[in-house]
């Protein structure tokens, strides 16, 4: 895939790296990449109140669930297993929320590299002479390159024909790479060394060794996730210098998400005139040790935000007062280890069988996290990565067509998660225990789980999933915007199920006196306390 090529016409100044000097010491070239933004709010690229170098800030005061800017990233690339996008236009040839999709063909493989994948002809035609035709001959010798390499290629490629902005060019040059960092582990140097050579020699021997060196470093520190609004993983990376600016916070103010090509960025919170833009450049699920360790390995910093200092507080205090979290951390990489393993043999049935044994899975949660904590002191429901365990097992379950154990997984991951702020996670996952109860509300009445006397009634589990679904709506349209093509999709399915219900009319007062008894049934049921369920109100 790729993104809009510059259309600037380049000059011939060369791309030779020089020591680094931060973006924001530059005003002209921050105004240059300020400007290919279209922001709701005046931005500016100064010196981080966070970290030394560059940060984003806001010049005027923005409420949450605002658009910040939106813009069209330099490039662009899909994963290479990604067989659902685009690699060109990015759109999904899946329509997760059961749509007609707008791309309803499948991808196909170019048939001369077969890793790059087109949705339509359009796509594969336009992608060719703007950079397939170099990178086919490149992923031919080369098929492992990844995304963010690809994007390296593309821009030296772009370079080498004028088509970057002398601008561009020089922004690229002051994005940070930590390249010393990566240098000083072996493996990573080799590693990074060697597909700077692939790179140099597809592009012809003019090119420094050097060039394409650091910008492959500088892709790794830089291009932010390409995660679709409908995903709860990103199917690839892309680069704007922009966005490139803004640094890390576990607790962001602000959130980035893609329709197609489009990158836009959106705020979380209310963010105060003059204060610095953050994003999460993980999947902020993850517990406080995995995310530190993640940072520190990845992006080569040591995360001290507040969220970070909390966690580490409240799981000392659980521990009372012990310094020696390692124990707990180990329990914690434990059940991440378990959850993916099963996750990844769903994606292969039949291969992993023993690990498609979900209560046995769920049994292995269980003793692990029993292993952790004092008997007296349980593990916390709250604590990660429990809650997010528990939703991957309410999906491998549904997938198994077991819809019974998919719920009370998905009730008690979903609502005993402290989660609770209506975040783009929250829309994300809410839909999932949504598609739950739908599936659920929708047993026969002879199915075996009715014998059990306290399982609630399938009007019960409808009027749940309808409640939730309207309160995701709701949600997705602050997060994610009344505009945005995701949330527009969460309202015409919630439309949809209000045309196919009985009984009080969706949404109203009295459908609200329907919800909350069945919810509370639901909850009994799924062992969740009254006071985590959703509040319609
Ligand atoms: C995408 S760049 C962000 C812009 C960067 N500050 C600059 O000057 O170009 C990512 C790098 O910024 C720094 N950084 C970002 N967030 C940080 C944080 N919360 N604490 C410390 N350093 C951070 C790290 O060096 C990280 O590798």
């Known amino acids: 895939m790729a993104t809009d090529r510059p259309t600037d016409n380049g000059d011939d100044e060369d791309f030779t790296p020089s020591p680094r000097e931060a ?3 530059n005003a002209q070239l921050s105004q240059y990449n300020l400007g290919r933004v279209v922001s709701a709010v005046p931005l500016e690229i100064r010196s981080s109140d966070i970290c030394d170098g560059s940060g984003l800030f806001v010049s005027a005061e923005i409420d949450a669930g605002r658009e910040i800017y939106h813009v069209h990233p330099l490039t662009g690339a899909i994963y290479a297993n990604n067989k659902s996008f685009c690699h060109h236009c990015c759109e999904d040839t899946q329509d997760v929320l059961g749509g007609p999709s707008k ?9 001369g590299c077969r890793a790059a994948r087109f949705c339509s002809k359009e796509c594969q035609k336009s992608a060719w002479p703007l950079y397939h035709k170099e990178e086919c001959k490149l992923l031919q010798k080369a098929p492992n390159m990844t995304a963010q390499n690809l994007i390296t290629h593309r821009l030296l490629f772009w370079h080498r024909r004028g088509g970057l902005s002398k601008q561009l060019a020089a922004s690229l040059l002051r994005l940070e790479t930590h390249f010393a960092d990566f240098n000083k582990d072996d493996k990573r140097a080799t590693e990074l060394h060697d597909i700077a050579v692939a790179i140099q020699e597809a592009l012809g021997t003019k090119v420094a060794l050097t060039v394409p060196w650091r910008l492959v470093a500088a892709m790794r520190i830089n291009c932010v996730r390409l995660r679709p609004a409908s995903r709860k993983e990103s199917v690839g990376y892309a680069v704007d210098i922009c966005t490139a600016m803004i640094n890390h916070s ?8 893609f329709e197609g ?3 836009r960025i959106r705020s979380l919170k209310k963010i105060a005139a003059g204060e610095e833009v953050t994003i999460c450049y993980l999947d902020p699920t993850l517990d406080v040790a995995a995310r530190k ?16 200092k909390s966690e580490i507080r409240e799981q000392r205090s659980l521990l ?6 390692s124990p707990l951390h180990q329990a914690q990489r434990e059940v991440l280890g378990l959850i993916n393993s099963a996750v990844r043999a769903s994606n292969y049935p039949g291969i992993y069988a023993a690990l498609e044994d979900l209560p046995a899975i769920e049994t292995g949660v269980r003793t692990i996290t029993a292993g952790a904590f004092p008997p007296e002191k349980p593990w916390p429901e709250h ?3 429990l809650p997010s365990a528990r939703l991957a097992l309410a999906m491998l379950y549904l997938g198994q067509g077991k819809p019974v154990a998919a ?3 998905a009730l008690k991951g979903k609502l005993l998660s402290t989660r609770t702020d209506g975040g783009p996670d929250w829309v994300n996952e809410m839909l999932d225990v949504v598609t739950v109860l739908i599936v659920a509300g929708s047993l026969p009445p002879d199915a075996p789980a009715f014998a059990d006397t306290d399982f609630p009634s399938v009007d019960d589990i409808r009027n749940v999933a309808y409640g939730y679904l309207l309160k995701v709506s709701q949600r997705a349209r602050k997060a994610f915007g009344r505009d945005s093509e995701y949330a527009r999709g969460i309202s015409s399915m919630a439309v949809t199920m209000a045309a196919k219900k009985a009984g009080a009319v969706f949404g109203g007062e009295e459908f609200v006196v329907e919800f909350e008894p069945a919810q509370r049934k639901v909850l009994a049921w799924a062992g969740v306390p009254e006071e985590n369920g959703i509040c319609l109100a």
């Open 383 to 385: 604590m990660e990565p």
């Open 23 to 25: 973006l924001h010491l």
């Open 103 to 111: 791309a309803a063909l499948q991808t196909k493989a170019c048939t």
């Open 320 to 325: 009372g007062g012990s310094n020696e979290l």
């Open 293 to 308: 360790a993640l940072l520190k390995h990845e992006y080569f910093f040591d995360c001290y935000c507040n969220r970070c």
């Open 250 to 257: 576990c607790d962001p103010n602000a959130f980035v998400f």
């Open 261 to 263: 090509r489009q990158l």
């Open 407 to 409: 719920l009370r997984n």
